[in-house]
């Protein structure tokens, strides 16, 4: 983490505040109000994005309502409600739940309060005015990409078999980031460079429910079982850094030659991991400056002003029961967009790429 963010998360969790506001008597009170929900404290990274938040619109002149719902979706409804009651200028929201907030994001469209999406986009609602997040297509294609690269630098003779596993359908980006790498292969899909063993490539049956480590190795035992003589795996793509770290062991001690293994979000034990060679790579995007370029975005809005993004994202409420009346058309919408770009790390560049991000301390990496 950052530094000021983690001076700031140590200080916030001394405190043991569940909101951060302003008192009354205070003449910061007089501001314009921002509100920023953020799902709890716990995930330091995350936690040191929603109190940049904090200090950046802060600075841009707002009165910032900081409040961590401890990952209660009530708590989190509440919090909402009251930044619509009390005429918040802009409102940003990691949600507990993408699906669970539609009529008050409705209501915060009606009341003119623009809503910003951060990571996680709300969903069901057309109340959501802008995203921002790491641009999860992308990073689902560089997991691909650097996969395909690492098994050709290394001469692995082709075809390669590669199996795939994606998040849970809670986050919006696990199905980005599948259809990213799905993408990227297709080509090599095509023209027999790359094989699936399993021929699965629907989200459904590649979903790891809960982000659970164990249910991804569950899923990898039952492919294992069913493998033909001429089937020798490869490569894996993994949604977090987490699941690919519970692959590439559960693959290594199995005794084969173990595949590549790439994760995502260049989480400390994957850093040890890659640097020993366990796991071969992660992709990363420094979420502190995508912030920051959030706090600048937030500020425009609140102030009236077009902010100018010229990306968009993909708002994908397809399958939600209480929308499956609407018209196909209408289901999936673009949403204008702040996306961060992702990098690829591996064992030639990640040690040095998180300490140039301050995700860590060199002494907890060791060497």
Same mark, same amino acid.
């Given at each position: 983490?950052?530094?000021?963010?983690?001076?700031?998360?140590?200080?916030?969790?001394?405190?043991?505040?569940?909101?951060?506001?302003?008192?009354?008597?205070?003449?910061?009170?007089?501001?314009?109000?921002?509100?920023?929900?953020?799902?709890?404290?716990?995930?330091?990274?995350?936690?040191? =994005?929603?109190? &940049?938040?904090?200090?950046?619109?802060? /600075?841009?002149?707002?009165?910032?309502? +900081? *409040?961590? @719902?401890? #990952?209660?979706?009530?708590?989190?409804?509440?919090?909402?409600?009251?930044?619509?009651?009390?005429?918040?200028?802009?409102?940003?929201?990691?949600?507990?739940?993408?699906?669970?907030?539609?009529?008050?994001?409705?209501?915060?469209?009606?009341?003119?309060?623009?809503?910003?999406?951060?990571?996680?986009?709300?969903?069901?609602?057309?109340?959501?005015?802008?995203?921002?997040?790491?641009?999860?297509?992308?990073?689902?294609?560089?997991?691909?990409?650097?996969?395909?690269?690492?098994?050709?630098?290394?001469?692995?003779?082709?075809?390669? =078999?590669?199996? &795939?596993?994606?998040?849970?359908?809670? /986050?919006?980006?696990?199905?980005?980031? +599948? *259809?990213? @790498?799905? #993408?990227?292969?297709?080509?090599?899909?095509?023209?027999?460079?790359?094989?699936?063993?399993?021929?699965?490539?629907?989200?459904?049956?590649?979903?790891?429910?809960?982000?659970?480590?164990?249910?991804?190795?569950?899923?990898?035992?039952?492919?294992?079982?069913?493998?033909?003589?001429?089937?020798?795996?490869?490569?894996?793509?993994?949604?977090?850094?987490?699941?690919?770290?519970?692959?590439?062991?559960?693959?290594?001690?199995?005794?084969?030659?173990?595949?590549?293994?790439?994760?995502?979000?260049?989480?400390?034990?994957?850093?040890?991991?890659?640097?020993?060679?366990?796991?071969?790579?992660?992709?990363?995007?420094?979420?502190?400056? +995508?912030?920051?370029?959030?706090?600048?975005?937030?500020?425009?809005?609140?102030?009236?002003?077009?902010?100018?993004?010229?990306?968009?994202?993909?708002?994908?409420?397809?399958?939600?029961?209480?929308?499956?009346?609407?018209?196909?058309?209408?289901?999936?919408?673009?949403?204008?967009?702040?996306?961060?770009?992702?990098?690829?790390?591996?064992?030639?560049?990640?040690?040095?790429?998180?300490?140039?991000?301050?995700?860590?301390?060199?002494?907890?990496?060791?060497?």
């Amino acid at each position: 983490m950052h530094k000021l963010a983690a001076s700031l998360l140590a200080a916030a969790v001394a405190l043991g505040a569940t909101a951060c506001s302003a008192p009354a008597n205070d003449p910061g009170s007089d501001l314009p109000l921002v509100g920023v929900s953020f799902p709890n404290k716990n995930d330091a990274r995350s936690a040191g =994005d929603g109190l &940049l938040l904090q200090e950046k619109l802060t /600075e841009a002149g707002f009165r910032v309502e +900081l *409040r961590w @719902a401890g #990952d209660d979706v009530p708590v989190q409804y509440r919090d909402l409600e009251w930044m619509v009651d009390n005429g918040a200028k802009a409102i940003v929201v990691m949600p507990v739940d993408a699906r669970a907030y539609p009529d008050v994001l409705d209501r915060a469209e009606e009341a003119g309060i623009p809503v910003v999406g951060y990571q996680r986009m709300p969903l069901l609602s057309d109340g959501l005015t802008q995203f921002a997040a790491v641009d999860a297509h992308a990073e689902g294609a560089l997991q691909a990409r650097t996969l395909v690269e690492g098994l050709r630098e290394r001469g692995v003779p082709q075809p390669w =078999d590669v199996e &795939l596993f994606a998040g849970d359908r809670v /986050e919006m980006a696990s199905k980005d980031m +599948l *259809r990213g @790498a799905l #993408d990227e292969l297709y080509p090599l899909l095509m023209d027999g460079t790359v094989r699936i063993p399993s021929m699965e490539t629907d989200f459904d049956s590649l979903e790891v429910a809960r982000f659970d480590p164990d249910f991804a190795v569950k899923r990898l035992e039952r492919l294992a079982a069913t493998e033909t003589a001429d089937t020798e795996l490869e490569g894996v793509i993994a949604p977090t850094d987490a699941i690919a770290r519970a692959l590439a062991a559960h693959l290594e001690a199995s005794g084969s030659r173990p595949p590549l293994v790439v994760g995502s979000g260049a989480e400390l034990e994957s850093v040890h991991m890659i640097t020993e060679g366990v796991q071969y790579a992660t992709t990363f995007a420094d979420t502190h400056v +995508l912030a920051e370029r959030t706090a600048e975005m937030v500020a425009e809005l609140a102030s009236g002003r077009d902010p100018g993004l010229t990306q968009t994202a993909l708002r994908d409420d397809d399958g939600q029961p209480d929308r499956e009346d609407t018209p196909e058309e209408e289901l999936d919408q673009h949403v204008p967009a702040l996306l961060a770009t992702p990098v690829a790390l591996d064992k030639d560049t990640v040690r040095q790429a998180v300490l140039d991000a301050g995700l860590y301390e060199p002494a907890q990496l060791g060497g």
